[in-house]
């Protein structure tokens, strides 16, 4: 069963913007404020790579270099949903984005290993 939607995604031309959602199922059977989330990314032949990362109640945050200032990761608890909202957005954006819980409330991370529930991701295209 699903437990992280992600939604948001699309096409945008380079230098827009795009706000991504990962929604907690009500099947879930977990609590999202419970675990550290992040959001990660694959483009089309390369590896899954750390974009964001978020403590259980926001107050701490990462980004990888390549998103920092352009990127900016929320959650709202009380709506079970993480944001990813990101701005200026490149060509080199462009990849699948999916989020995922830490595997544990104690793990604050951004290496995949570290994550162990991922939603099924949205494509976004950022074209030039």
């Known amino acids: 069963q699903v437990q992280l939607v992600e939604s948001g995604g699309g096409l945008v031309q380079a230098g827009g913007s795009l706000r991504l959602s990962c929604t907690l199922s009500?099947?879930?059977?977990?609590?999202?404020?419970?675990?550290?989330m992040g959001w990660f990314r694959q483009a089309p032949g390369k590896d899954r790579e750390f974009v964001a990362r978020?403590?259980?109640?926001?107050?701490?945050?990462a980004y990888a270099d390549s998103v920092k200032g352009r990127f900016t990761i929320t959650r709202d608890n009380a709506k079970k949903i993480v944001y990813l909202e990101m701005n200026r957005l490149k060509p080199e954006d462009t990849a699948d984005y999916y989020c995922?819980?830490?595997?544990?409330?104690?793990?604050?991370?951004?290496?995949?290993?570290?994550?162990?529930?991922w939603g099924q991701g949205t494509q976004v295209t950022v074209s030039s």
């Open positions: 995922a819980r830490s595997r544990s409330t104690t793990v604050f991370s951004g290496i995949s290993r570290n994550y162990n529930v």
């Open positions: 009500e099947v879930s059977g977990w609590s999202i404020s419970d675990y550290p």
């Open positions: 978020i403590s259980q109640f926001g107050g701490d945050t």
